[in-house]
Each structure stands twice: as C-alpha cells, then as structure tokens.
C-alpha cells in the first residue's frame, strides 16, 4: 500500500489568495491523481499524470493547476482562490495488484475559502 | 451522467449482522470494481476489488459479488462492528493504458452497538 502526504490538511484562506496544496508519496509510483470531493457527492478527478513531466486534466474542469517536476511530488495550485474552490481535495497514487491497478489516496486537504 | 450509482445514501444494521451495500454501473466497458471505506477528514481507504473475469472476491469479513448480467456489485461485511461505521464508494474502472476511476456517491453506513 502506498504512503501519501498532503499538507496541508485543513486550510482557511481568503479570496484572492494564491494557494498550493501538496501531495507526496514515497513507493515511487509513477501514476498520481487530484480529485475534489464535496459533501454527498462523488470524488471527482480533476487532475492526473502519468509520470515526471505529464500532466493531464480531469473529467471536472477546475481552475488549479498542477506540476510533476519529481515522481514523488505532485502539487495542485490555485492562482487566486475563490469561495466557490471550497472543497475537499484528495491525491492518490496507483500501483498494479494482479493485471489491475489500484489507487491509494492521501488523507486529504479540506479548504475554505471566504 | 452518473455512470457509477450507489441509490442508498444510508444504511444503518446492528452490530454483528450483516452489512449490504450495493452500487450499479452503466458503462459495459467497466472491468474493475473497487470499494473503499471513508471517515470524515480523511480520505478514502481501499477496502476490496473484483475485476470482471470474477463473480465474487473475499476478504476476511468483506465480501463482494459481481453481477455482469445485471450490471452490479455489492459488498457484504460480516459480521458487522461499530468501527465499519464510514461512508463506502463504489469506483469503476474500464481499464486499459488511460486507468481512471469513476465513482458512485457513497453510502453512509451506521452500526450501531
């Protein structure tokens, strides 16, 4: 099973603000992931990479941005937070068990933005 | 579209009875299925998977079943303890090199004592 990081886990900020959330795992996976979660609902994959260099966007538009200069470190980015990215964002990484992958997620980033 | 549907938002057994939570998919093309058990604050932890060449994978008290005909999966837990007490999603995967998860919008079970 993989070990993921995020910090931070909770975090109160102000419209207008830049924010970076950071995720890190450290069993060298090369696929990782960004979802948001709202209360009730499903988690929805924002973002994802395949490995150093590769990023891709999600099913959900979403105004972040993120980067994979390291294979451990995969951090999501919001240039100018707003109360409408009030969220919970999860990162996972995946690795193969049998022929089928499996995706193992950090403990999360729970944000408000007012 | 919701490809991936869990119609039960709640579910609330005794404590050692059995736990039921279902979850049915659109996509044929899904080929994998996964539970995965979450506490608030946290973030989602893998519980069990199946992949569609199965009807049924266990693991110790968590069992699940695969209905391709019906297009649906349920995950039993027996016997059931305060401690399963979560919110469970069903996820979905159609595989191949562009592995990406579609989840249901869980079901909060409650067992109560």
């Known amino acids: 099973e993989a070990d993921i990081y995020q910090t931070p886990r909770y975090l109160v900020i102000g419209t207008g603000k830049k924010i970076t959330l950071e995720c890190s795992q450290t069993?060298?996976?090369?696929?990782m992931y960004w979802y948001q979660q709202d209360p009730g609902m499903e988690l929805h994959l924002i973002h994802y990479?395949?490995?150093?260099?590769?990023?891709e966007k999600g099913d959900l538009s979403s105004e972040s941005t993120v980067s994979r200069i390291r294979t451990e470190h995969f951090p999501l980015t919001l240039e100018s937070a707003r109360p409408s990215h009030t969220s919970q964002y999860l990162c996972?990484?995946?690795?193969?068990?049998?022929?089928?992958?499996?995706?193992?997620f950090g403990p999360g980033t729970r944000l408000l933005v007012l | 579209d919701q490809q991936v549907k869990q119609n039960s938002p709640s579910l609330s057994v005794q404590e050692g009875r059995i736990s039921i939570l279902n979850c049915d998919y659109t996509n044929s093309m899904f080929d994998y299925f996964l539970w995965y058990k979450k506490y608030p604050a946290e973030g989602p932890t893998f519980l069990i998977s199946?992949?569609?060449?199965?009807d049924k994978n266990e693991d110790g008290r968590f069992t699940v079943f695969l209905n391709k005909s019906a297009k649906h999966l349920s995950l039993h837990i027996v016997p059931s303890q305060p401690g399963d007490s979560a919110v469970y999603f069903c996820?979905?995967?159609?595989?191949?090199?562009?592995?990406?998860?579609?989840f249901g919008k869980g079901t909060l079970l409650t067992v109560n004592p």
């Open positions: 996972a990484s995946s690795e193969y068990r049998g022929q089928q992958e499996t995706q193992y």
């Open positions: 996820a979905a995967s159609a595989g191949g090199s562009n592995y990406k998860l579609t």
């Open positions: 990479s395949y490995g150093v260099n590769s990023t």
């Open positions: 069993m060298g996976h090369d696929k």
């Open positions: 199946i992949s569609s060449i199965k």
